[in-house]
Each structure stands twice: as structure tokens, then as C-alpha cells.
């Protein structure tokens, strides 16, 4: 049995000040959490801290200020009353209401209780003796009446009845009560820290103390006080902002001070690739390439993201860079998020690396043994120049020769971590981040800070708009029947299948069903693929699929990232309604990458409220992802938009975008004037900056000022 102290124990990060740890201590320290519902607070506010407690913020609020008169109580309003009790109606079954007649100067009320426990109604509310109540009113028979009032207490007990109660977000098993008074505990153990606001800052913006914000806002007294745009809300919102940027803005200063080295450009295999090409660049290829170009031959660490919407052409990009690395001598990588997205830039890159003659290697989980131990010579001793794979680039075991290069695929997949440990297997290696999310500026800050960026806003040439055309579910007979046409001329489909939160078994449910349907209809023509299926039953179904062998492809969300099949030009997604815009949009660029007309149908049910009809329409009206994405922050939120947590874009607790994406900007110039002033954080601010790395846990950067 673990002591009580030891559980009490505030799990220990090196050199975390001693004065935080009353709000690192576990939250099971808190009167009423135990293990059991300790671990339900956990999941609900996000961590298992009390100082997650302490950040989880109230929604609404209900007021217990209003104290009429019995007779003045207005009919289905919370009202705080002072009454005397007269009478005990108990009822003869338990089941019955128990009444409670009582009174003021102004007249009768009832409180009413159903199955109440006998005991403890008439120790609550003793006879003849005058007590505070406070619940709605409601008018019964002519009469006034409250039903099981929320707070019952003596004439002494007036001031903490007549408040305003906080209402937090709940789950199962933890009530506001509990969460309340968890939060009530918690609060006197809020620290006052040194202030890492700029004072001049802080005076303009009228911003409380941190500790006097976190009080405040967990006893707000008005609507306002809930809003993202109040002081308090603005002042929570942009610590956090400020932690994250400059967290950020350390890393890039470090990765930045190690020197990188400078790359010479455009030489003889470069001209190969390029004659080996069956299309020209477009201009804004053309245009990244040439940026990429200058980065690299500066001597200092690139550190750039390519953003282009699916099939904007990033590919070949990526394949130029990696050569300017490979003239110089030195070794490139790329790395995607998964087997099949890897095995597939091996495949697409193989025609335009042999042409130059460059040797590549591709390397992912599913290499073992002998093969395995090949693969790693080859990296080891320089033989391979190019090594393609997952995230099995940056185990342990992988040493290059000299890695000049990372090229990291499908960004916000990995976190920031994974991007620099790829980067820490060579020396001063360059990275180009590559992303098919267009995302939005906001985002791209909270992410990576100021990170250069080249935008493919150019699809190449020669692409018809994708037809999309909103199904309602009852019509997906006949969108059957028209789909039974075009495979008869050779067209190929994918048919996405419903995303049941939260869970992946329901997932594949549904999508074996339609598999199944499908089935009886079209035969072997139809493959199945999901989550759940083994990495290599996976490829060979797509590699079926991408040969000709099949003609429909039926899947859960698995094809949402990279997958290039030229020859798809048509997109059935069920439930469309349950996507994501964004996540709509990746999964509708799967189609449209030959010259084809494609088509992209999304799929409703019968009943679609108005503004998720309104959502689906926006994909109808525009294909241009940053559009889609801007809208989908509105619509959304930050938290979902890159479909949630595996996203490895930073949750915010307090912030809120795109409601504080000015305070975002404001902590961006905060934290590069920051680091441009005191790097180590050795000022008084500094050091009062250094609490607020550790308060919001971001442990990447304090290394850097432990390491110095
Ligand atoms: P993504 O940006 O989604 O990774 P890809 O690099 O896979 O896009 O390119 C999508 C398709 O477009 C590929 O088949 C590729 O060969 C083709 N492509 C790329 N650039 C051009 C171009 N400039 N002109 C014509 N086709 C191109
Ligand atoms: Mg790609």
C-alpha cells in the first residue's frame, strides 16, 4: 500500500521551483476525489494535476443573488428566500411527495421533496426555525413552491447561499457539487508567483495577477465574466500563448545557434530529374523550390514548411530539395506518418531518383531481422542517399552517415519532439516540413512559432474542378446505380465510410457492412480497408486497388493522408456530416489528380440541421483548403480542426482560438523580444518566465536553460 504522503507526492520534474508544487500535487489531495472518481476528474479537466482542476473553467453560472420576498418570486426564477418552516407533510409512502409548508411576512411556500429520507428533511429543516433556501420557484396550484431546493442552510449560512454558483463542464460521476468544492480546496493553494507579464503590458490590458485571474474566474458575478474577452479570460489565455511561443522560440533559437552548413544548388542530377519529369513545374513549384534552394545554401539551419493542398505536386519538391543535399555529399530522409503513405513516395519517387542515379532505401517498422540489419548498413555507411520510411527513421539503431536533409512528411502528425529527433541524427541538418493541411496562420504559430513557409497555391495544370454534389441518404440507391456506369468505363472508387466517435470498432462496423452491400452487387471488385486490418493486408488491398484489380475501394478514414491514385475519380463519403471540413476536404483531394472529371458525393441523412447543411455546402462552393480551413476554425474551433489529438498541434486549456488570435500575435513579438533580450532568462522577468515554462509543463525548453 502506497502511504498516503506518497500519493500526496507531486510527481518531480528536475528543478521544478518547490513553489508550484502545492498545484502539482496529484488531485486525489482534494477533499471528496478518491482513486475511483480521481481518475474521472483526471480525464475531465485533463490531467491529474490540481492545478488542472484549478483550469477548468466554468461555462455558466447560476446566480443565487436574487432574494425577493416569498410573495415577489417570480414564477421560474432561482431565488434565494428566507421563510420559517411551519409544517411537515410527510407522505405515507416514500415514493409520494414530502411537503414542507413555510412561510414570510409576504406569504406561503412549499418546498417539496420526493423520496426523501424523513430524517434527514426534518434535521434540514426544523420546525418553527427560520432557514435560507435557494432553488427555482415554481408556481403549483396557485401556489408557490420549490422543488427539491439546491441549497438549504441557517440565517448564519446567508452570505455563502447568496451567491453565484459556478457551472463547470461535467462528466459522469463527477457533479458540479464535487467539482466545486474540489475547486473551492484548491484555490487556497494557488501560489503568488513572481509576474512574467511585461509591466507595461499588463497595465495597458488592466490584467490582474495570475493568481488573482484564476480566482476570478472561477467566481465570476456576471454573463461577461464568461466570455473569452474578459480580463481574466485574456490574461489565462495569453500565459498560455506566451508559454507556447516561448517554448518555441527557444527551440528554434537553439536549433538555430548550432551552425548548419550551406548546400550547393542546381548542379547535374537535378537536370536529370527534371529532364526525366513528364510535366514542367508549375510556378509556384518553381517558386518553393527556389526558396528552399536559398535556405540551403545559407550556412544557418532551414527550418521550413511546405504547404500545398493535396495533389498540389510536393512530391516532386521534396525530391529536389533532397538532391541538393546528396550533390553536397551528405545524406537526405523523408518521413511520413504511416507504412502505406511511405511505401508510396518510395514508389513515386523511385522512376525520378533512378534517372538521376541516386541509390535509395526505404525503411519502416516492418523491416526485421536480416533485412532490417541491410537496410541500417546501407544507412550507416553512406551506400544508401536517400532513406525513405516512418517513424522508424528516428529509433535508436538508425545511424546515417552523414544526414544532411530530413524531409518530413504530413506535419502535424508528428510532434515536435519526433521533428527533432529525426534531425538530431546528423549535424546541423536541414528540415523541410511538408503538410497538406493548409492551415491556417493561427494554427501554424501555435505550432511552430515563426517557421518559414513556402505556399503550392497552383494546382498543376490541366485538372478539372471536382464536381461535388450533396446525396441524401434515401438517393444513394440510385448514386449506386450511376456509380455501376462509370466503373463499366473504367473509373474507380473510394467510399468513405462513417467515423463513429470514439469508436474505432463501430467504425469498422459500419464500414464492413457497406463492404458487404457493396459486395453483393460488384463482387470481387470491392475492397475493404480500416484500421484494424494488418499493415500488410492494408497495402495489398490498396496496391490492388491503385493496380486495377479493384474497382471500389471501401474505407474508414485510413486513406485520409497522401494516397495517390491518379485513376480515382470518384469520392462517396457517408455521414458527411460527421467530418470535419477540413478532414472532408484532404479526403475529397484523393480524387481529382488526373485529368479526369471527378466527382466527390457527399452523403446526409434525412434529418441535417440547417447549419450542418450549411457546412456541407461550403465544400460545394470552394476547393480552395485555406478557405475551407479559415472556415472550419470559425466553425470549430482550434482543437478539432486537424482531427484532434494525435494531430500534434498544441491543446490549449485556456486560450481559445480564433476568439484570442490577436493575444496569439502579441506572445509571438513577446517572446522573440524575449530571446532577443535575455535568451537564458536570467532578469528578474526571466526568471519569472522560467515559473511560467514550468507551470504549463514545457519541458523541451527548460532543457535548454538546464543544458544552457
Ligand atoms: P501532394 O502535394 O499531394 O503530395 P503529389 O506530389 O503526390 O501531390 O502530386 C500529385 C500528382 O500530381 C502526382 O501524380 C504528380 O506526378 C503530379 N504533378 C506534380 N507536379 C505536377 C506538375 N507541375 N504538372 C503536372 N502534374 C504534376
Ligand atoms: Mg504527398
Redesign the pocket.
Known amino acids: 500500500m502506497p502511504s498516503t504522503a506518497a500519493k500526496e507526492e507531486a510527481p518531480k520534474v528536475k528543478e521544478r521551483p518547490f513553489i508550484l508544487d502545492g498545484i502539482f500535487t496529484r488531485l486525489t489531495a482534494l477533499p471528496g476525489i478518491g482513486p475511483r472518481n480521481g481518475s474521472l476528474m483526471a480525464k475531465l479537466v485533463g490531467g491529474d494535476k490540481i492545478l488542472d482542476v484549478l483550469w477548468h473553467k466554468p461555462i455558466d453560472f447560476i446566480d443565487r443573488r436574487f432574494t425577493p420576498s416569498v410573495k415577489d418570486a417570480p414564477n421560474g426564477q432561482i431565488c434565494t428566500l428566507t421563510i420559517t418552516v411551519d409544517k411537515h407533510n410527510v407522505p405515507p409512502k416514500r415514493s409520494m411527495p414530502y411537503r414542507v409548508l413555510c412561510h414570510d411576512d409576504t406569504g406561503p411556500i412549499d418546498l417539496v421533496f420526493f423520496n426523501a429520507n424523513k430524517d434527514w428533511v426534518s434535521k434540514q429543516l426544523p420546525l418553527g426555525v427560520e432557514v435560507v433556501v435557494s432553488g427555482k420557484v415554481e408556481y403549483y396550484r396557485g401556489k408557490p413552491q420549490i422543488v427539491h431546493p439546491d441549497a438549504i442552510g441557517s440565517v448564519e449560512d446567508r452570505k455563502s447561499i447568496e451567491t453565484v454558483e459556478p457551472i463547470y463542464p461535467l462528466t459522469q460521476g463527477i457533479t458540479n457539487k464535487l467539482l466545486r468544492k474540489a475547486v473551492m480546496a484548491a484555490l487556497p493553494r494557488l501560489p503568488e508567483l513572481p509576474e512574467w507579464l511585461d509591466p507595461a503590458y499588463k497595465e495597458r490590458q488592466r490584467f490582474l495577477s495570475w493568481c488573482d485571474a484564476l480566482e476570478k474566474l472561477h467566481n465570476p458575478m456576471n454573463i461577461n465574466d464568461l466570455s473569452p474577452e474578459s480580463s481574466v479570460r485574456m490574461r489565462l489565455a495569453y500565459d498560455e500563448f506566451l508559454a507556447n511561443q516561448l517554448a518555441l522560440a527557444m527551440v528554434r533559437y537553439h536549433q538555430r545557434r548550432r551552425q548548419g552548413r550551406s548546400y550547393k544548388t542546381g548542379g547535374e542530377m537535378r537536370r536529370k530529374l527534371l529532364e526525366a519529369l513528364p ?4 510556378g509556384a ?1 518553381q517558386r518553393s523550390i527556389a526558396e528552399i534552394d536559398k535556405d540551403m545554401e545559407d550556412p544557418s539551419k532551414m527550418l521550413r514548411m511546405l504547404q ?1 493542398d ?7 519538391v521534396a525530391a529536389l530539395a533532397m538532391l541538393n543535399a546528396i550533390e553536397s555529399g551528405a545524406q537526405a530522409a523523408i518521413m511520413a506518418p504511416t507504412e502505406i503513405l511511405a511505401r508510396q513516395h518510395a514508389e ?1 519517387m523511385k522512376p525520378l531518383l533512378d534517372a538521376c542515379g541516386v541509390r535509395f532505401v526505404t525503411l519502416t517498422g516492418r523491416d526485421k531481422g536480416k533485412q532490417r540489419e541491410t537496410l541500417l548498413q546501407q544507412i550507416r555507411n553512406g551506400a544508401a542517399q536517400i532513406v525513405i520510411g516512418t517513424h522508424a527513421l528516428f529509433q535508436d539503431g538508425v545511424e546515417f552517415d552523414d544526414l544532411g536533409l530530413a524531409v518530413i512528411d504530413e506535419q502535424h502528425r508528428f510532434g515536435v519532439h519526433q521533428r527533432l529527433m529525426l534531425a538530431a541524427k546528423g549535424k546541423g541538418v536541414d528540415v523541410l516540413v511538408m503538410t ?1 493541411t493548409p492551415i491556417p496562420r493561427t494554427l501554424t504559430l501555435t505550432a511552430y512559432g515563426d517557421m518559414e513557409v513556402s505556399k ?1 497555391d497552383e494546382k ?3 485538372r478539372k474542378p471536382i464536381d461535388t454534389r450533396l446525396i441524401s441518404h434515401e438517393h444513394v440507391q440510385q448514386m449506386i446505380e450511376g456509380l455501376e456506369r462509370k466503373i463499366a468505363e473504367g473509373e474507380r472508387v473510394y467510399w468513405v465510410c462513417p467515423l463513429v466517435e470514439e469508436s474505432e470498432f463501430m467504425d469498422v462496423a459500419a464500414a464492413q457492412e457497406r463492404f458487404e452491400i457493396l459486395q453483393a452487387k460488384f463482387g470481387d471488385k470491392v475492397g475493404l480497408v480500416h484500421g484494424r486490418l494488418k499493415p500488410e493486408e492494408k497495402d495489398e488491398t490498396m496496391a490492388k486497388f491503385a493496380s486495377g484489380e479493384i474497382d471500389i475501394l471501401v474505407a474508414t478514414t485510413v486513406i485520409e493522408v ?1 494516397v ?1 491514385v ?1 485513376e480515382a475519380t470518384i469520392m462517396v463519403i457517408e455521414h458527411a456530416e460527421r467530418f470535419g471540413l477540413s478532414q472532408l476536404h484532404q479526403l475529397r ?1 484523393r480524387v481529382g ?1 488526373g485529368g479526369d472529371q471527378s466527382y466527390c458525393f457527399l452523403v446526409y441523412p434525412k434529418r441535417l440541421t440547417e447549419t450542418a447543411k450549411e457546412r456541407l455546402n461550403i465544400m460545394r462552393a470552394t476547393e480552395d483548403g485555406f478557405k475551407i480551413a479559415e472556415r472550419d476554425l470559425e466553425l470549430r474551433g482550434a482543437g478539432e480542426i486537424l482531427g484532434t489529438r494525435q494531430s500534434g498541434m498544441p491543446e490549449f486549456r485556456l486560450a481559445e482560438l480564433p476568439a484570442h488570435s490577436e493575444l496569439l500575435a502579441t506572445a509571438r513579438d513577446d517572446a522573440k523580444l524575449i530571446m532577443d533580450k535575455d535568451p537564458k532568462l536570467e532578469s528578474e522577468r526571466g526568471k519569472a518566465l522560467r515559473t511560467l515554462l514550468y507551470l504549463f509543463e514545457r519541458d523541451q525548453a527548460i532543457q535548454y536553460l538546464l543544458s544552457g
Open positions: 510535366f514542367e513545374l508549375t513549384q500545398g493535396v495533389g498540389a505536386g510536393k512530391t516532386v513515386s497538406a503550392l498543376p495544370p490541366g497522401g495517390n491518379p483531394g489528380r
